[in-house]
């Protein structure tokens, strides 16, 4: 599911259940995250899908990526996975205008 940067935002600070992530390149995640965020890099091709499959399904993950393609793309991928609930960025980091913090 695609959401606003509001919607995104919002949903995210009422979610419990929330889990963020960010599927940019290193070298994009070493620029700024949205605070809590996990790494996996949608490049990384089977690697991406093997990381995914670790991940609690349980959750509700919050994607994002520089634009918001390749985190639809990953939505796209995890809801094949069997994820019940993905939401997309639209417009990713570039609109973002909520907390970045450096990845630790």
Not at 1 to 20: G, P, R, V, Y
Not at 25 to 45: K, L
């Amino acid at each position: 599911m695609d959401l606003s940067q509001n919607d995104w935002k919002e949903q995210l600070l009422q979610d419990s259940n929330a889990a963020i992530l960010d599927v940019r390149t290193p070298d994009e995640w070493s620029e700024g995250i949205i605070p809590n965020a996990i790494q996996i890099d949608i490049y990384q091709g089977q690697g991406f899908i093997y990381k995914l499959e670790e991940l609690d399904k349980s959750k509700n993950y919050y994607v994002y990526c520089k634009a918001g393609g390749r985190s639809a793309q990953a939505c796209n991928i995890m809801n094949q996975l069997g994820f019940e609930n993905t939401y997309n960025l639209i417009g990713g980091m570039m609109q973002w205008n909520g907390e970045v913090v450096a990845p630790e």
